[in-house]
């Protein structure tokens, strides 16, 4: 693997040079007022992003699974049912976690390549009507398949059935890349990850939390520890950590949330949904499909290509690492073989994009797929081409 080239993984993501810088610096006291001038305005910075004015943001030195186990430790105890569709690999994870906890999950079976089941989710809830369910669990962004779901929908959902299950959102690989409204769309947990649209290195997990989750910490008898939600409130009060921080992503989630504003959060993800609409239109014209079922579900941050009957998509990406030093996404669970994913979120320009398609194209040339060279490449720049500085232009 050349570490010139690009990576168009769904996550870890290209990191750009002041963000790496950001993060490499030197060892400081974690108690004392200069942690709290790189801690608080990553905070804030994470709290505009997330869409919340009303939620509590904790940082933990970890990952998104680490966000996951939090959320339901912190508000849940033993016994307790959450309802949760699988629609692929980390809805599936989530359901596992969960399961490993003592929870009674309610598993709402859906093909990959659908996204969370609406209709389902609403019978299920107007079904329970002793209000058994605690908590609805769905991924917003499912990056084995490369689909989108409506978490708006589901919260409208929960409304029209008066259900008060609080809603847990996974936006590992949406929140920062995709537009995502945690006070509007009435989450009550979000989860995400540094190493993704904060376009950081692996090693935080970033949780947005409502006053509703909050208060659930009241009631929860799960065991946590290192995890616990209460420790971390009490040391934040004074700017601090219970115990160490990961001072270095912090000051480079500061950078990061500080890019991302100056940007603007619209140009932001006008920028994901062009590059992604590139890649579509690149993977029409190889003759291939997206795995997700239908376009108001593709997600501008993954896409997850169907390859032809007879072929294997690992192939592609073991070729394009060890051929042309690129990375590319396997097929996970159910579609392992039967798609290749390419990563089209964080740090990542049309050029950038573009290098990526062109690399694919010749590892897919060389396995004698029935593509044309320069077929995807020609398609993705003739939309380039077309929409270059659109989203600039509107927000001067």
Not at 141 to 153: F, L, P
Not at 172 to 177: A, C, H, T
Request: glycine share 12%; charged share 20%.
């Amino acid at each position: 693997m050349s570490y010139q080239n690009p990576v168009f993984i769904p996550g870890p993501t290209n990191i750009p040079e002041v963000i790496r810088k950001a993060c490499d610096m030197p060892t400081i006291d974690h108690r004392s007022p200069a942690f709290a001038r790189i801690f608080k305005p990553a905070v804030a910075g994470v709290k505009t992003v997330l869409g919340t004015r009303e939620g509590e943001v904790i940082l933990f030195p970890s990952t998104g699974t680490g966000g996951w186990e939090a959320a339901i430790t912190n508000t849940l105890s033993p016994g307790d049912t959450v309802l949760v569709g699988r629609f692929g690999m980390f809805s599936h994870r989530w359901i596992d976690l969960c399961q490993r906890h003592g929870l009674n999950v309610q598993i709402i079976e859906t093909p990959w390549g659908e996204g969370a089941p609406l209709a389902a989710i609403e019978a299920a809830l107007a079904a329970d009507a002793s209000h058994r369910i605690r908590a609805v669990l769905s991924t917003h962004n499912e990056t084995a398949t490369g689909v989108r779901s409506d978490i708006a929908g589901i919260r409208r959902a929960m409304e029209r059935t008066r259900h008060p299950a609080m809603l847990f959102v996974d936006g590992v690989s949406s929140i920062g890349s995709m537009p995502f409204e945690m006070d509007r769309w009435g989450v009550d947990i979000a989860v995400a990850g540094s190493q993704k649209g904060f376009m950081l290195p692996a090693g935080l997990a970033i949780l947005g939390l409502s006053p509703r989750a909050l208060a659930a910490m009241e009631t929860a008898t799960l065991p946590r520890t290192f995890f616990d939600f209460r420790d971390m409130q009490k040391s934040y009060a004074g700017g601090g950590y219970p115990y160490t921080p990961a001072a270095g992503l912090i000051n480079g989630l500061a950078t990061a949330v500080e890019m991302l504003q100056d940007e603007g959060l619209e140009n932001v993800y006008a920028r994901h949904h062009r590059i992604a609409e590139g890649v579509r239109r690149a993977v029409a014209a190889w003759g291939m499909r997206p795995c997700a079922a239908s376009p108001e579900l593709y997600s501008d941050t993954v896409t997850a290509v169907v390859v032809p009957e007879g072929f294997n998509g690992t192939d592609i990406v073991t070729l394009a690492a060890q051929k042309y030093g690129m990375a590319f996404g396997v097929g996970l669970g159910e579609v392992a073989g039967k798609v290749f994913r390419i990563g089209h979120l964080g740090s990542l320009t049309d050029a950038m994009m573009l290098s990526g398609l062109a690399t694919a194209e010749m590892c897919m040339a060389d396995l004698g797929y029935p593509i044309t060279l320069g077929s995807g490449v020609a398609a993705a720049q003739d939309y380039y081409r077309k929409t270059a500085g659109i989203a600039a232009k509107a927000a001067a």
